[in-house]
């Protein structure tokens, strides 16, 4: 069974900047399907950027421009660059693919001046 582990979460201030890695436990022979959301206690999880094979992105209007996301097959791990960060990008951030795989751990990202 697929496990997915994030990390790289902190605390920054505004304007800051944080590389999020998300582990794939075993190889699915490639990566071609894979997103990052987040959740904010008392709402639902939100997705926040999307990978697809031939290497194509889709993010949510409030993160374009300032988060990136990408796919290293060789290490089996999904990054999210985040860069710019605002005080409401505060939030546990998660990946997956649609939910398909059980969920980790998430990895808190806090921004606060």
């Known amino acids: 069974q697929v496990q997915l582990v994030e990390s790289g979460g902190g605390a920054v201030r505004p304007g800051g900047s944080l590389t999020l890695s998300c582990a794939v436990s075993?190889?699915?022979?490639?990566?071609?399907?894979m997103d990052w959301y987040r959740q904010v206690p008392g709402n639902e999880r939100e997705l926040v950027a999307s990978?697809?094979?031939?290497?194509?992105?889709n993010y949510t209007d409030a993160v374009k421009g300032r988060f990136t996301i990408s796919v290293d097959n060789a290490k089996n791990t999904v990054y999210l660059q985040m860069n710019s960060l605002k005080p409401e990008d505060t939030a546990v951030y998660y990946c997956?693919?649609?939910?398909?795989?059980?969920w980790g751990p998430g990895t808190q990202v806090t921004v606060s001046s």
């Open positions: 075993r190889s699915i022979i490639r990566i071609n399907n």
């Open positions: 990978f697809r094979a031939g290497s194509r992105t």
């Open positions: 997956n693919a649609g939910g398909f795989y059980p």
